[in-house]
């Protein structure tokens, strides 16, 4: 092909002098072979004009004219990588562009649902503490909301004292009728929880409404859960596992460690076996009392009140008498707050059954005055009392009394007795040679057995050991023993509270002979002597809390305004003069905890050649999450005279100087 020249072929056909039918028909008929070049002919030339078409095409320019091959430059093809990015950015920026879009017509100013709704409360409050929920709702939307309800549930132990706004149904629902564009709303239900500790107590919404324009109903829920921390005292019980048959049998109830009571008056309250009796020793109220006021409220319940932190603590004897052998016999007893509608709400409960015993002659046993379980700590002496009395109609001879000590800490080598019986291993028996009464318990006499024995130190050794002991007494006659239980005393169990100890020691010179203290020494008067006092705390067995470390500064002694700890916070109470260590939570892991701070002293004229009380002793309190006691513990007196101070006490005696 040269320039745009097209190559034409022409075929050529002889005219005929005659165009008539006649002549038409004389024409002579092409042979096969003619029509088959004829054919490759026209085929051959539309082939030509195509491809100069195309080509054609091709090589212009936007003008129309040929494109000079020798001068074209070709540009590359785009990687399938770069393609593929392209395409994914346009599909980006579109999918942005349709989002922007639906926000801009269909976002929520437009959406019917769009209320929002919720209840907020406290995350914890003590029991009986008032406190507030707050219904809060708000309409983004463009829409008014019209035919609102709201509807409230409450916890069980919910008790209502005030609304912002009063309910129309009941307590519970409220026709707030519309809600306007753009509207928020609040509601306040103000009340008190009356539950047990660490109960969890939700409150639950439900907000209707129909949107204008709309004739379906819509809703909104929501909810919030509060924890009941704590009482604000705590409330424990003592009592024996064993109750005699047709006897008065003792219980204790001990109210201590007031924090706070938002409960005011509440009520005692008891379920009881069928033929049982109760009783609580009641007391008269008075102006000034500073302890509680028991009183009858009815049935088998009483009243306590005048509970407030200047009450101390609290011991509520307890009485009950079963007077037939029943299966089972368990007693429960509650505390509760009556409302004047008669609604009762219980914040504590216990409950226990006693093993029933019945005998004509009956033994009872008392440690250190108290027929009752309880906690007792290491070193601790036990003073025990067994009571005889034959109430019935025959006459025992030759009776025998024993005593069973079972636990690995009674200290044997302490064991001191008014009269001397037999220890065989840990039972200490007594017959008639030992006691002449003995010999013949006659109908309606009565007689008693008194020892003491001391419990044993803890040392590292004893880990592992049961830190429980059990005692019971057992009677025989004709100089033996009888078994079963109906000849068995009250059986009373004591668990071992925890090795809790505080140590405390005050110095001039530390443990590694470097001064920590100032100033004369021995002290003088006028002169300011300043010491540091070290508090350090041990516990392995049982996890503690509410740990707290208290001194009463003497009267010449000053805090000097410094002082550190590792555990809890130290801090001095200038309003009662005291140091004080709160120490809270002493889990296993924590076996050791420790306090430091300093003390001045400035002497008068009237403590020459005196030695003067720098501590009185500090005590440390705790409770026993093991054995549910408070363990109390106090440390030494601390002198002037530097008891744990060696580097001091060789030129110091303690004495001031004028």
């Given at each position: 092909?040269?320039?745009?020249?097209?190559?034409?072929?022409?075929?050529?056909?002889?005219?005929?002098?005659?165009?008539?039918?006649?002549?038409?028909?004389?024409?002579?008929?092409?042979?096969?072979?003619?029509?088959?070049?004829?054919?490759?002919?026209?085929?051959?030339?539309?082939?030509?004009?195509?491809?100069?078409?195309?080509?054609?095409?091709?090589?212009?320019?936007?003008?129309?004219?040929?494109?000079?091959?020798?001068?074209?430059?070709?540009?590359?093809?785009?990687?399938?990588?770069?393609?593929?990015?392209?395409?994914?950015?346009?599909?980006?920026?579109?999918?942005?562009?349709?989002?922007?879009?639906?926000?801009?017509?269909?976002?929520?100013?437009?959406?019917?649902?769009?209320?929002?709704?919720?209840?907020?409360?406290?995350?914890?409050?003590?029991?009986?503490?008032?406190?507030?929920?707050?219904?809060?709702?708000?309409?983004?939307?463009?829409?008014?909301?019209?035919?609102?309800?709201?509807?409230?549930?409450?916890?069980?132990?919910?008790?209502?004292?005030?609304?912002?706004?009063?309910?129309?149904?009941?307590?519970?629902?409220?026709?707030?009728?519309?809600?306007?564009?753009?509207?928020?709303?609040?509601?306040?239900?103000?009340?008190?929880?009356?539950?047990?500790?660490?109960?969890?107590?939700?409150?639950?919404?439900?907000?209707?409404?129909?949107?204008?324009?709309?004739?379906?109903?819509?809703?909104?829920?929501?909810?919030?859960?509060?924890?009941?921390?704590?009482?604000?005292?705590?409330?424990?019980?003592?009592?024996?596992?064993?109750?005699?048959?047709?006897?008065?049998?003792?219980?204790?109830?001990?109210?201590?460690?007031?924090?706070?009571?938002?409960?005011?008056?509440?009520?005692?309250?008891?379920?009881?076996?069928?033929?049982?009796?109760?009783?609580?020793?009641?007391?008269?109220?008075?102006?000034?009392?500073?302890?509680?006021?028991?009183?009858?409220?009815?049935?088998?319940?009483?009243?306590?009140?005048?509970?407030?932190?200047?009450?101390?603590?609290?011991?509520?004897?307890?009485?009950?008498?079963?007077?037939?052998?029943?299966?089972?016999?368990?007693?429960?007893?509650?505390?509760?707050?009556?409302?004047?509608?008669?609604?009762?709400?219980?914040?504590?409960?216990?409950?226990?059954?006693?093993?029933?015993?019945?005998?004509?002659?009956?033994?009872?046993?008392?440690?250190?005055?108290?027929?009752?379980?309880?906690?007792?700590?290491?070193?601790?002496?036990?003073?025990?009392?067994?009571?005889?009395?034959?109430?019935?109609?025959?006459?025992?001879?030759?009776?025998?009394?024993?005593?069973?000590?079972?636990?690995?800490?009674?200290?044997?080598?302490?064991?001191?007795?008014?009269?001397?019986?037999?220890?065989?291993?840990?039972?200490?028996?007594?017959?008639?040679?030992?006691?002449?009464?003995?010999?013949?318990?006659?109908?309606?006499?009565?007689?008693?057995?008194?020892?003491?024995?001391?419990?044993?130190?803890?040392?590292?050794?004893?880990?592992?050991?049961?830190?429980?002991?059990?005692?019971?007494?057992?009677?025989?006659?004709?100089?033996?023993g009888t078994k079963g239980d109906d000849n068995k005393?009250?059986?009373?169990?004591?668990?071992?509270?925890?090795?809790?100890?505080?140590?405390?020691?005050?110095?001039?010179?530390?443990?590694?002979?470097?001064?920590?203290?100032?100033?004369?020494?021995?002290?003088?008067?006028?002169?300011?002597?300043?010491?540091?006092?070290?508090?350090?705390?041990?516990?392995?067995?049982?996890?503690?809390?509410?740990?707290?470390?208290?001194?009463?500064?003497?009267?010449?002694?000053?805090?000097?305004?410094?002082?550190?700890?590792?555990?809890?916070?130290?801090f001095y109470d200038s309003a009662n003069r005291q140091?004080?260590?709160?120490?809270?939570?002493?889990?296993?892991?924590?076996?050791?905890?420790?306090?430091?701070?300093?003390i001045y002293l400035r002497p008068s004229e009237n403590?020459?050649?005196?030695?003067?009380?720098?501590?009185?002793?500090?005590?440390?309190?705790?409770?026993?999450?093991?054995?549910?006691?408070?363990?109390?513990?106090?440390?030494?007196?601390?002198?002037?005279?530097?008891?744990?101070?060696?580097?001091?006490?060789?030129?110091?005696?303690?004495?001031?100087?004028?």
């Amino acid at each position: 092909m040269t320039g745009n020249k097209k190559i034409k072929k022409i075929l050529r056909v002889d005219k005929q002098e005659s165009s008539s039918l006649s002549a038409f028909v004389e024409r002579p008929v092409p042979s096969d072979q003619e029509v088959s070049s004829f054919e490759k002919a026209v085929d051959h030339e539309v082939r030509n004009y195509e491809i100069d078409n195309n080509l054609s095409e091709i090589y212009s320019d936007k003008r129309g004219g040929i494109v000079d091959v020798k001068k074209m430059k070709v540009k590359r093809r785009q990687s399938l990588i770069i393609r593929f990015f392209k395409k994914l950015s346009l599909l980006i920026l579109f999918l942005i562009f349709s989002y922007l879009a639906y926000s801009y017509f269909f976002d929520k100013s437009g959406d019917s649902s769009a209320l929002e709704f919720k209840i907020e409360a406290p995350e914890k409050i003590m029991i009986g503490e008032e406190f507030s929920y707050q219904i809060k709702y708000h309409n983004p939307s463009k829409i008014v909301l019209r035919k609102v309800y709201l509807e409230m549930q409450y916890p069980e132990n919910f008790i209502i004292t005030n609304f912002s706004t009063p309910p129309q149904s009941g307590n519970y629902g409220w026709n707030l009728e519309e809600i306007n564009s753009g509207a928020n709303g609040t509601l306040t239900i103000t009340g008190k929880l009356i539950n047990k500790p660490e109960s969890v107590n939700v409150i639950s919404g439900r907000l209707s409404y129909v949107p204008a324009n709309y004739s379906a109903q819509f809703k909104k829920e929501a909810s919030v859960s509060t924890v009941l921390s704590e009482l604000g005292f705590r409330a424990d019980l003592e009592y024996s596992q064993t109750a005699f048959v047709g006897q008065e049998n003792s219980i204790k109830l001990i109210l201590s460690d007031l924090k706070e009571n938002f409960l005011g008056d509440f009520n005692l309250s008891f379920s009881l076996p069928e033929e049982t009796n109760i009783s609580v020793e009641e007391t008269a109220s008075s102006t000034d009392q500073k302890g509680i006021i028991i009183s009858k409220s009815g049935g088998v319940s009483w009243q306590i009140s005048n509970l407030n932190v200047d009450s101390g603590r609290q011991e509520i004897p307890l009485f009950y008498k079963i007077n037939t052998l029943v299966d089972n016999p368990e007693i429960k007893i509650r505390l509760e707050k009556k409302m004047e509608d008669g609604q009762a709400y219980t914040f504590w409960e216990k409950s226990f059954i006693p093993e029933l015993v019945k005998s004509d002659l009956n033994l009872t046993m008392e440690i250190n005055d108290s027929k009752n379980d309880g906690a007792i700590n290491f070193n601790d002496k036990l003073n025990y009392r067994i009571s005889y009395s034959n109430q019935g109609k025959n006459t025992f001879k030759d009776a025998v009394i024993l005593v069973a000590l079972q636990g690995d800490f009674f200290d044997l080598n302490s064991l001191k007795m008014d009269v001397k019986g037999d220890v065989n291993g840990q039972t200490v028996i007594w017959t008639k040679e030992d006691i002449e009464a003995l010999a013949e318990i006659k109908p309606g006499q009565t007689g008693e057995i008194n020892f003491s024995i001391k419990i044993s130190d803890f040392s590292e050794n004893d880990l592992g050991k049961e830190m429980e002991l059990v005692s019971y007494a057992q009677y025989g006659v004709n100089n033996q023993g009888t078994k079963g239980d109906d000849n068995k005393s009250n059986t009373v169990t004591f668990k071992i509270n925890s090795d809790l100890n505080l140590s405390e020691s005050i110095r001039y010179f530390n443990e590694d002979n470097l001064p920590v203290g100032s100033g004369p020494l021995p002290p003088r008067v006028g002169q300011d002597t300043y010491f540091k006092v070290y508090w350090t705390v041990k516990n392995n067995l049982h996890e503690l809390t509410d740990a707290r470390v208290v001194l009463n500064l003497p009267a010449n002694v000053e805090w000097d305004g410094r002082n550190f700890t590792n555990v809890g916070n130290i801090f001095y109470d200038s309003a009662n003069r005291q140091m004080i260590w709160n120490i809270g939570r002493l889990p296993l892991a924590v076996y050791r905890a420790d306090a430091e701070f300093g003390i001045y002293l400035r002497p008068s004229e009237n403590d020459v050649d005196k030695i003067l009380v720098l501590s009185p002793g500090a005590i440390i309190t705790a409770h026993d999450i093991e054995t549910s006691n408070v363990i109390t513990k106090k440390t030494g007196v601390k002198t002037t005279k530097l008891e744990d101070d060696d580097i001091a006490s060789l030129n110091n005696s303690g004495q001031i100087q004028p």
